[in-house]
């Protein structure tokens, strides 16, 4: 089987190039985000901290977990319910890297990823794929940008869908994310030795996208 670990720190465009090379290439795309973003939801449905390690522990034998393929996409189910669009909030964002610093949740879903890795060919990303989940991936990329050109990117995305924010707020919401999700003891966003770097700080989406494409399809050979 082929992999493709895309890691990097959040508002990087992972995703959504992800998505689309994934198409391109036929394989089957899978954000390991959206996980941790669905246990992030879990918790504040709980009414539990999702820093409480114990307490967000306590709740995951009550939670099933299923990734369904839509039409290329990939679907989040929670206890039976679609919550792809419910965890794309910025709170739920935040309850995911919370949720991501605790060994309980990563052991949690380190086999599902895996596993989904072993049927098929994928391209699979998020933070610690080319360093912990699939460090035999074939291809390994370290996609990023500045904090400040991730900041600009997401103020324009969230304006575009009529969301109230400014650029200083979601700047340092940006910086958080990337010091908490860096600062970890387990499994934190590092790059991975022999991983490619594809920086987007000073190019546009349609660059970007053929930038690490390019650099994906050498390393494919
Ligand atoms: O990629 P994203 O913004 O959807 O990820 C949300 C949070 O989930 C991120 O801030 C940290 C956590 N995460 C993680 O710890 N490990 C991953 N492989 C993917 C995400």
């Known amino acids: 089987m082929i992999s493709v670990a895309i890691d990097g720190p959040s508002g990087a465009g992972k995703s959504s190039m992800a998505k689309r090379l994934a198409q391109e290439l036929g394989y089957t795309y899978v954000d390991t985000g959206a996980m941790y973003r669905t246990i ?3 918790a504040l449905q709980n009414g539990k901290d999702p820093a409480d390690a114990a307490a967000v522990a306590a709740l995951l034998p009550a939670l099933k977990l299923d990734i369904k393929l839509e039409g ?28 991501g ?7 949690f879903l380190l086999d599902t990823q895996r596993q989904l890795a072993a049927r098929q060919n994928v391209l699979m990303d998020g933070r610690d794929i080319g360093t912990v989940v699939l460090p035999d991936a074939t291809v390994k990329i370290y996609l990023t940008a500045s904090a400040p050109a991730r900041a600009t990117r997401r103020l324009k995305e969230l304006q575009g869908k009529g969301v109230q924010a400014d650029y200083a707020t979601v700047l340092a919401d940006i910086e958080q994310r990337d010091y908490q999700d860096t600062h970890r003891a387990i499994a934190p966003l590092k790059q991975a030795a022999d991983a490619q770097v594809v920086d ?22």
């Open 200 to 221: 987007t700080s000073d190019i546009g989406i349609e660059d970007s996208y053929a930038l690490l494409k390019k650099t994906i399809l050498s390393r494919l050979g």
């Open 72 to 99: 290329g996409a990939q679907h989040i189910w929670l206890n039976g319910t679609d919550v792809s669009e419910a965890i794309r909030a910025e709170q739920v964002g935040m309850a995911a890297s919370a949720v």
């Open 40 to 42: 992030g939801l879990f």
């Open 101 to 107: 610093a605790q060994p309980a949740v990563r052991a």
